[in-house]
């Protein structure tokens, strides 16, 4: 894919459904009784690999890829039955984290793994409380990796002897030592098949896009400050879900729009659920001209339009609580930041290292090969704006974050800008070059 400078960017857009909350929709509506409907669901290969999960777990999911919707026929806490074959995630490290809190509840054993990145990311984060637990989940060769083995454990098996499987997992009071909404959703997941409450702890607030969906399709959930819990055993209603546009997608339109001269974009129905909106407060600090318009609820999520003008930005520092709210926005947010006046010091992005790629180490690199005066730091980088970037062969490393961040370069850069493996855009934006 090549990618050319622009001299404007104009018009109005939608970009797609949420992932993190089209992710949970089939999860919920699966574990739900009766039918969940999905409008604006997002077609992108990772969540195609969750429906494909619960397809092998005996849910019955219509997807109507050309409308973007998908129908789920729930059956219930007890209504998963055994896979007849490994469960491969694909790409998706919500689905594997996720799915493997719900399986450790089950009354069947199951073996959940992915592709060849799957199987490099830590699974430990998510191992250690599952197996405070009481859960039998299992790693192969006793390196934290997939593919990960979970059997009935001997309370699960007894608690089906005596047909009372209410006491399958011990609920517990997990002190998660990093913020992530993955860690977090897989054990309030497996805390529905707990014996009592069961309370994760975060040292900063992650996304709570589980928290609010829990309690949509009826779980008793308490959320105060980092602290959330779930209580055990609730019975979960199929219900009707319009999915806002990810604010991640949109991200990379806000950051074009930004950095392109002339340019002024709507991006319309965008989620900005404040766990997620930090991009929004990141560009504002940098002087941007962004404003939100059309504000309302979808449900138990806020969303607006998104009205973004070219401007000019100056440099800043991020770090802290802000980190968890824009993750996967990192990559396009150090795009901006070349174009801005001043310095610009990313901090506390130690996670990235653990993503699709070593996103710290593809970040650098790459923006330095485009002529980027740019130093990577043990838990960020530090980037000196201003500098004119030229064209460059990009490596995606199959990280379609990283393919789409360096898109938007190109937008701005001298040259031609070449980005290798384009394709990995599937997994989040099937449609990104085509809307680009």
């Known amino acids: 894919m090549i990618i050319r400078k622009r001299s404007s960017l104009k018009g109005s857009m939608t970009v797609p459904g949420d992932k993190s909350i089209s992710h949970r929709s089939v999860m919920l509506g699966a574990l739900s009784e009766g039918i969940t409907e999905v409008e604006n669901f997002l077609m992108g290969d990772d969540c195609l690999s969750t429906i494909s999960c619960f397809r092998r777990l005996g849910i019955s999911i219509d997807n109507d890829i050309a409308n973007k919707r998908v129908t789920i026929h729930g059956k219930g806490l007890d209504g998963l039955t055994a896979p007849n074959d490994v469960l491969d995630v694909g790409n998706s490290g919500t689905t594997i984290r996720i799915l493997s809190g719900i399986l450790c509840g089950q009354k069947f054993t ?61 609920g517990i009071h997990y002190i998660s030592p990093v913020a992530s909404a993955q860690v977090k959703s897989c054990v309030l997941f497996a805390g529905l098949y707990a014996d009592s409450i069961t309370t994760v702890t975060e040292p900063a607030i992650s996304r709570n896009h589980t928290e609010l969906m829990l309690s949509y399709f009826g779980a008793s959930v308490n959320a105060e400050g980092t602290t959330v819990s779930v209580l055990p055993r609730p019975k979960l209603t199929g219900r009707r879900l319009s999915i806002p546009g990810d ?26 659920n404040p766990t997620r909106d930090g991009i929004i407060n990141v560009c504002r600090m940098m002087g941007a001209d962004i404003k939100l318009e059309n504000i309302r609820n979808y449900g138990s999520e806020p969303v607006c339009d998104i009205y973004v003008r070219h401007s000019s930005l100056k440099g800043i520092e991020i770090g802290g609580d802000i980190i968890p709210t824009l993750i996967d926005e990192i990559p396009v947010i150090a795009v901006l930041s070349c174009f801005a006046d001043g310095k610009t010091v990313i901090r506390n992005a130690e996670e990235l290292k653990v993503k699709e790629s070593n996103r710290l180490e593809v970040i650098v690199n790459n923006l330095s090969n485009m002529g980027a005066d740019i130093t990577a730091t043990e838990d960020g980088m530090i980037i000196n704006g201003g500098k004119p ?48």
């Open 247 to 272: 604010i991640s997608s949109a991200a990379y339109f806000i950051a074009a729009a930004l950095i392109v001269p002339n340019s002024e974009l709507l991006i319309k129905n965008v989620g900005i």
């Open 389 to 436: 970037l030229h064209g460059a062969v990009i490596d995606s490393r199959m990280d379609h974050r990283i393919a789409m961040a360096f898109a938007i370069a190109g937008l701005a850069a001298d040259g031609d800008t070449r980005i290798l493996n384009p394709e990995c855009v599937n997994i989040s934006y099937p449609e990104f070059f085509k809307i680009l």
């Open 110 to 170: 199951s073996t959940i793994t992915g592709d060849s990145s799957i199987r490099k990311r830590p699974m430990e984060r998510i191992l250690i409380p599952l197996r405070q637990m009481g859960a039998d989940i299992a790693d192969m060769n006793n390196d934290t990796f997939a593919p990960l083995f979970i059997n009935s454990s001997s309370a699960s098996l007894s608690a089906m002897q005596s047909n009372n499987f209410n006491h399958v997992l011990k």
